[in-house]
């Protein structure tokens, strides 16, 4: 098997699940107040600890969650409520994930006012545009740091740089669930205030994820617990936590390497076949995500001729792939929709070795011409 469907989600590693079954022997309530509760609840704290530190910052502002989507909710639906009376302006771009764009969607039901910031070609967000829609009552922006379909790195800092000098009072947030344990995520370094994470893109589990705020004032999503300040209720996933903190400790956070996987996918794949065409720029990449179309195919056929030879690519992003609509981020690129209906995302983790890239590369490269010839 060759899974270069890493985006979507990763393989967790053998410590994660040594750490998941910590959770077995050490199985008391994180808020019971005998020595076994107390026992789990310092196991959470140093997990808490571990991915504070790797985030640079205090571990009390980092708050465990279900995962991104729930982390992203939390975030936006958190600020813009409490503070709806200081304004109704809110900012994100075009190409965010949908846990984004869903929660913006369900402000604009609620009367704020939402602004959309589109992407350059190479899907990159227009600054020039930004520093329009930015006004002295906007509360909330919220802009990605790695795209999950195309690996694209947006220019957080320059982009926090501009909020903090046009709107005093706007919070920040930052998705970084496709950067997090891949490229640095800094909070204080990129300017942002709230940065959402996700356990199962670094070889952790499925269901655990983290916010990061410094921003303590924010409205809860659920309610009936004290636990995490009551921003976050509810019994924690020690299980998910502790395997978490232990994925952490092992990313390898080595953006050369990463760009190396991708630009050999890449030049074999142009190499071997004409009309391909690459979604996204090569120079602001994490390295992490190739978006590659090959003109005059279907995507979907590709991604199942693929599976027989058990390689694993994905046709845009996984949570939208049971959907038969095309991608948003490419169309918001302006990607032509020829382009649009050929375009697969082959995406790596830290384990993928350039062997299974050149490997795959012979087969995808097969493949494409055999259904070239039938379409
Ligand atoms: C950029 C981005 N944000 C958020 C999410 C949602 O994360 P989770 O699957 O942990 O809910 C994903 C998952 O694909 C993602 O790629």
């Known amino acids: 098997m060759i899974y270069l469907?890493?985006?979507?989600?990763?393989k967790p590693s053998q410590r994660a699940a040594e750490a998941m079954m910590m959770a077995v022997s050490n199985f008391g309530n994180p808020s019971s107040l005998h020595g076994l509760g107390l026992q789990t609840e310092k196991l959470i704290n140093s997990a808490r600890d571990n991915i504070a530190n790797m985030l640079g910052v205090n571990s009390k502002n980092v708050y465990f969650t279900s995962g991104g989507t729930e982390s992203n909710n939390l975030a936006i639906y958190g600020v813009a409520n409490s503070l709806k009376r200081r304004g109704k302006r809110v900012i994100t771009s075009t190409i965010?994930?949908?846990s984004v764009m869903e929660s913006f969607k369900r402000l604009e039901n609620d009367g704020y006012d939402v602004c959309y910031l589109g992407v350059d070609k190479d899907g990159i967000v227009n600054l020039d545009d930004l520093a329009g829609m930015l006004?002295?009552?906007?509360?909330l922006v919220s802009i990605m740091h790695v795209n999950n379909e195309t690996g694209v790195?947006?220019?957080i800092e320059r982009i926090s740089a501009m909020v903090r000098e046009k709107s005093p009072y706007c919070i920040i947030h930052c998705d970084c669930v496709q950067s997090f344990g891949k490229i640095p995520v800094k909070p204080d370094k990129m300017g942002v205030d709230m940065v959402s994470i996700s356990a199962h893109k670094i070889h952790g589990f499925k269901g655990t994820g983290a916010l990061y705020t410094n921003y303590a004032r924010i409205?809860?999503?659920?309610?009936?617990?004290?636990q995490q300040n009551e921003i976050r209720p509810g019994t924690e996933n020690v299980g998910g936590i502790l395997a978490f903190s232990a994925a952490v400790s092992?990313?390898?956070i080595d953006i050369e390497k990463m760009r190396e996987k991708r630009n050999l996918m890449r030049d074999l794949l142009c190499e071997k076949l004409d009309n391909v065409k690459v979604n996204g720029s090569c120079e602001h990449n994490s390295g992490s995500v190739l978006n590659v179309s090959f003109i005059g195919i279907k995507?979907?056929?590709?991604?199942?001729?693929?599976?027989?030879?058990?390689?694993?690519?994905?046709t845009g992003s996984a949570c939208s792939s049971h959907k038969p609509q095309p991608s948003h981020v490419l169309l918001a690129m302006g990607v032509e929709q020829k382009a649009v209906d050929g375009a697969i995302r082959i995406s790596f983790s830290q384990n993928t070795t350039l062997d299974e890239i050149r490997t795959a590369a012979e087969i995808i490269a097969g493949e494409v011409s055999v259904i070239r010839r039938y379409m």
């Not at 469907?5 to 990763?10: E, F, G, I, S």
């Not at 995507?299 to 994905?314: D, F, G, M, P, Q």
């Open 5 to 10: 469907d890493n985006a979507a989600t990763t």
């Open 96 to 98: 965010e994930h949908p």
């Open 219 to 226: 409205t809860p999503l659920i309610r009936g617990g004290e």
């Open 250 to 252: 092992e990313c390898e």
């Open 153 to 155: 790195i947006q220019p």
């Open 299 to 314: 995507a979907e056929i590709l991604l199942h001729s693929l599976e027989r030879h058990e390689i694993y690519v994905s």
């Open 135 to 139: 006004t002295e009552d906007t509360i």
